[in-house]
């Protein structure tokens, strides 16, 4: 199972990650998702820090999850697997955070 090396940014800072070939596209458009979901938080301005912003984003996209589990039984597959990749792009991103501990 082969990977590759794919450069994503999430609210102004340049993430490395690999994925299969396969999986590229999915994950730059998680990464743009998420970006644009974190954006409208920092810009809306009432919260600062990446780490508070990041986990604010994971709730609203929790939440738009449940939404859609609730009426639509069929995204639920899409849906987990997005959270996957979301969950492992938000480790990697607060990951250098925990170091400043």
Do not use: H
Not at 32 to 49: H, P
Not at 75 to 99: S, W
């Amino acid at each position: 199972m082969s990977t590759e090396q794919v450069a994503v940014t999430v609210l102004g800072r340049e993430y490395l990650l690999a994925c299969r070939p396969e999986e590229k596209s999915d994950l730059l458009a998680c990464a743009r998702y998420v970006d644009q979901k974190m954006s409208e938080i920092r810009d809306a301005g009432k919260i600062v820090g990446a780490d508070r912003i990041a986990v604010l984003a994971a709730l609203q996209i929790a939440q738009e999850l449940l939404n859609a589990r609730a009426t639509d039984g069929s995204a639920v597959g899409e849906a987990r697997r997005r959270i996957r990749e979301l969950n492992t792009l938000a480790d990697e991103m607060l990951a250098p955070q925990e170091k400043l501990f």
